[in-house]
């Protein structure tokens, strides 16, 4: 099989039983696993810290070569975060870790016949309406911190070294790196690292405000299940959706931000706003509902509402496939 093929099947091509029954620990995947936690399938996984039910477990699984990034694991990925965002089983959200043996990820293997599919990666995380966080428990290099990037929270290996080399290799940003350095780590540390090309310890000043936790390798992966875990219970996924489509789908002004925080937040008091509130009220732990799904086929009792979330989504992507998609921008 060409390492080019894509042996997965195109998400639309699923029913929405198939995705809520799909067999994550099972399914033939080649450069990741992938685990669901309470999947009575995978009572039996290899997984050394099993996750907590609704969380998603994905490791990437190259160690003999350092997990080095390839155009079969950039199908992996898309489709495992695809599922993610579709499965209703899947709570938080998704965790990304280094498997066992060598780094988290090293620079995009070379000797494979690859081509950059760090940004489809990237995108697909991004787009994926679940918590993503990252446990890197060893070097991330290149595409191994480019596409950590597009995750919502990193923990990471104190004495990673990390670093974005593309000045020493004669190549530019990928994997959206250029978008999303300056925003996390700010303009001036974001030059200084993809000018210079130097690689630092994770625990280095230059990268602090990209980490939620920086701790001893052994912990990084524990820690960000447990972080999961306990997210995965308390947290609204509806809310989850619309506070990360908030912070990166932003309107450029005060004002517009004003009003479209004003309709989302009467639109999520029509759903799981009502238990946060009433078990705020009651001193107990909410129990929420709600998914993903509530967002695109939200129920309500204004006969001439759309059928969908009303006012969601409220931003326009770019057409990435060339072909000319009504209220889409061609790139």
Not at 96 to 102: D, E, I, N, R, T
Not at 169 to 198: F, Q
Not at 215 to 230: C, F, H, I, S, T
Not at 260 to 275: G, N, T, Y
Request: proline share 5%; hydrophobic share 40%; net charge neutral.
């Amino acid at each position: 099989m060409s390492v080019l093929h894509n042996p997965h099947p195109p998400l639309q091509s699923l029913s929405a039983e198939a995705i809520r029954s799909f067999p994550y620990s099972t399914y033939g995947w080649r450069h990741i696993r992938v685990v669901l936690g309470g999947d009575e399938a995978n009572k039996s996984s290899q997984s050394s810290a099993p996750p907590s039910d609704g969380v998603l477990l994905v490791l990437l699984n190259r160690p003999d070569r350092a997990n080095a990034y390839t155009t079969q694991m950039c199908h992996d990925l898309v489709f495992v975060f695809e599922l993610a965002d579709r499965d209703p089983r899947v709570k938080v959200r998704a965790d990304l870790s280094g498997a066992s043996g060598g780094g988290f990820g090293a620079d995009a293997d070379i000797a494979a016949d690859h081509r950059d599919g760090g940004g489809q990666a990237g995108l697909s995380i991004a787009k994926c309406r679940k918590l993503v966080i990252a446990a890197v428990n060893g070097n991330a290099v290149g595409i191994g911190l480019t596409m950590v990037l597009s995750t919502d929270i990193r923990l990471v290996a104190a004495n990673a070294k990390v670093g974005i080399p593309f000045v020493k290799r004669g190549i530019s940003m990928e994997a959206t790196s250029s978008y999303l350095l300056p925003r996390l780590v700010g303009h001036s540390n974001a030059l200084k690292i993809s000018m210079t090309g130097d690689t630092y310890r994770a625990d280095d000043p230059t990268w602090r405000d990209l980490w939620y936790n920086v701790l001893p390798a052994e912990q990084v992966l524990p820690e960000a299940l447990k972080l999961a875990g306990r997210l995965a219970v308390d947290n609204s996924v509806i809310s989850m959706a619309l506070n990360k489509a908030l912070i990166w789908q932003c309107p450029p002004t005060r004002e517009e931000t004003h009003l479209l925080e004003s309709k989302m937040i009467w639109e999520a008091s029509k759903r799981d706003a009502q238990e946060g509130v009433l078990s705020f009220m009651q001193k107990r732990k909410p129990k929420f509902e709600g998914t993903v799904e509530d967002v695109e086929k939200a129920e309500t009792c204004v006969p001439d509402w759309s059928s969908a979330f009303n006012g969601y989504p409220w931003w326009t992507e770019a057409d990435l496939t060339g072909k000319k998609t009504r209220g889409l921008a061609k790139l």
